[in-house]
């Protein structure tokens, strides 16, 4: 066996393989795994910084993060009552043209400046269809992830019978729009929601049942009535 060392060079060959073939050093070899394992875990933050820093939208990244003022009326997430709820520009005309293509052109239902939802900010109702004296069609936007468009996992109470659920592809530009004003993780896709009912309660609470099995989620959205008919 012939020893060879040196600055850059440290193995051994041994004389009875064919020349050039080196046996690799125990420390070498744990040399090699550590950088492997370090690559793949710093690679893929190190790509989303680089996007980050390409989009233009984005704030500067040597600055710290700012305490935002204002959230997007469907951001879930928990905040103090002095951070104020808004409609952002892109995502409310996209919500707008689609209650003009799905609800006969109704306009979309707001309580003041900002638009219904329920309490827990996943579930918007859009707009409200007068059918006749006897029944009105209401239709939701749920913009949780976690919402399907299986309509025999909803119900809606008190007297609503669910007729439809369909899933939207949600705009890249509405996303990245959501995402910079502060939502997290927008959906792919949102589910477009619609149901009749013959009386329209001050209050609507509206369950789903996950598709695992787990417990329902429940969400409720009160209405303010105006002789009978949301006020927009």
């Keep these: 066996m012939l020893w060879i060392t040196g600055k850059s060079c440290n193995v051994k060959v041994c004389a009875n393989r064919s020349p050039g ?17 370090f690559l793949c875990l710093t690679i893929p933050g190190a790509v989303i910084l680089f996007k980050k820093k390409l989009d233009p939208a984005a704030p500067p990244m040597f600055m710290p993060d700012f305490v935002r003022r204002r959230l997007p009326y469907m951001a879930s997430q928990l905040s103090p009552e002095q951070v104020a709820r808004y409609v952002p520009d892109l995502t409310g ?5 689609l209650s003009k293509e799905r609800a006969g052109g ?9 638009p219904l939802v329920s309490d827990d900010h996943l579930i918007q109702l859009t707009a ?17 992830s976690v919402y399907t468009s299986d309509p025999n996992r909803y119900r809606i109470t008190p ?11 949600m705009p890249l530009t509405v996303k990245k729009e959501l995402m910079n004003a502060g939502v997290i993780q927008p959906p792919n896709a949102i589910v477009w929601l619609t149901a009749d009912l013959s009386r329209i309660p001050g209050t609507l609470e509206i369950s789903y049942e996950p598709s695992e099995g787990g417990a329902p989620i429940v969400s409720s959205i009160e209405i303010p009535t105006t002789d009978g008919s949301a006020a927009n």
């Design 159 to 169: 007297g609503a019978r669910v007729t439809s659920a369909t899933s939207i592809s």
């Design 21 to 37: 073939i080196a046996i690799m050093k125990p420390e070498t070899r744990a040399n090699l795994i550590f950088l492997g394992v």
């Design 106 to 114: 109704s306009p979309v239902l707001m309580a003041g400046r900002e």
């Design 128 to 144: 409200m269809q007068q059918n006749g004296a006897d029944s009105t069609t209401l239709h939701f936007i749920l913009w949780g």
């Design 93 to 97: 005309q996209w919500v707008s043209e």
